[in-house]
């Protein structure tokens, strides 16, 4: 029971929280979109409200909700993993992150690189059984999220490669269902973007002399604090625009709407608690915040697709 303990510490499943609200939203998406219900027979199934075809849908397809939450699971432990056992030895020198389960000695750094080899692999499997769109594109949501790792060697974009990686979320759920793109999920994915993005460099600041001092990259090492924290605004300013737009373009309802205006405010509300001197409450504004945004977000997206005809 420890070691299990140790690799979730070690992947931070917790923070899983960011990106799974908004592959469930992807999903259900889906579900509205589809016009046919794979394995059951339903006469005029367009006819229908979402939550009279998520019903039918989970009847005959429930295995692939779960798959879809495995391949959200294993790649983002591979990716969480991967970034712990390529950053060790930086690890190893921060006093922030010294106590991280490889430079700490807990994991041994062999097995957190097989882990990280299982989860890739595991996630592949669970695409197999999903549909060939999903399986063929893969190797590519893989490669996105494990090269975000590399990134902060040489360039000071990577928060926005990490956002790129969690924006995979919708998209890879709607396609999970449908098996084809389409602009709405798009356009949640980019408010994934810019959102996960604008929070990773408030996230930064901490580690801003350290990053200078060793020669890796970041928006605080590049721009200073308070510049990094305008860059986290504008981005935050871009998330809120998606989701305007997502709202507008699939003429959502008003539960829709109560759970943009929390979001924005929420976004907001981070931004208040962290100074360029004073970093006390960045994990309030890191974690809590974005959590509380998410989760809360997702369940009026939800609720507006299931009772809004």
């Not at 929070?199 to 990053?211: C, N, T, V």
């Not at 308070?226 to 373009?249: D, E, P, Q």
Request: proline share 3%.
């Amino acid at each position: 029971m420890s070691k299990i303990k140790n690799y979730l510490s070690l992947v931070k499943f917790s923070h899983t929280i960011f990106a799974m609200p908004f592959a469930l939203i992807g999903f259900f998406l889906g579900i509205k979109s589809l016009d046919r219900i794979p394995h059951v027979k339903v006469f005029e199934p367009w006819s229908l409200s979402v939550f009279s075809k998520t019903k039918l849908f989970f009847l005959g397809n429930s295995w692939i909700f779960f798959l879809v939450i495995l391949c959200m699971i294993f790649a983002r432990s591979a990716a969480m993993a991967f970034n712990r056992w390529l950053d060790k030895n930086f690890d190893a020198k921060n006093p922030r992150t010294a106590v991280r389960e490889i430079p700490a000695g807990v994991i041994n750094s062999n097995n957190a690189l097989f882990f990280v080899i299982a989860n890739c692999l595991l996630f592949i499997a669970c695409t197999f059984f999903i549909n060939k769109i999903c399986f063929y594109l893969s190797p590519v949501a893989l490669f996105v999220v494990l090269f975000y790792s590399y990134t902060k060697r040489f360039t000071a974009l990577c928060h926005l490669v990490l956002g790129v990686g969690l924006s995979l979320a919708p998209i890879g759920a709607y396609l999970a269902v449908t098996g084809q793109f389409a602009w709405l999920p798009i356009l949640f994915s980019f408010s994934v973007l810019f959102w996960v993005s604008g929070f990773d460099i408030i996230y930064a600041l901490q580690d801003e002399e350290f990053d200078k001092s060793n020669q890796l990259h970041s928006i605080p090492a590049a721009l200073g604090k308070s510049k990094a924290l305008m860059v986290s605004n504008m981005l935050h300013v871009l998330s809120a625009a998606c989701v305007i737009a997502a709202g507008a373009y699939g003429h959502f309802g008003w539960w829709y709407w109560i759970g943009v205006a929390i979001f924005c405010g929420l976004l907001i509300y981070q931004h208040t608690l962290v100074k360029p001197n004073d970093l006390k409450k960045v994990n309030m504004a890191f974690f809590t915040t974005n959590g509380i945004a998410s989760v809360v977000f997702a369940i009026f997206v939800i609720l507006d697709l299931f009772l809004t005809k």
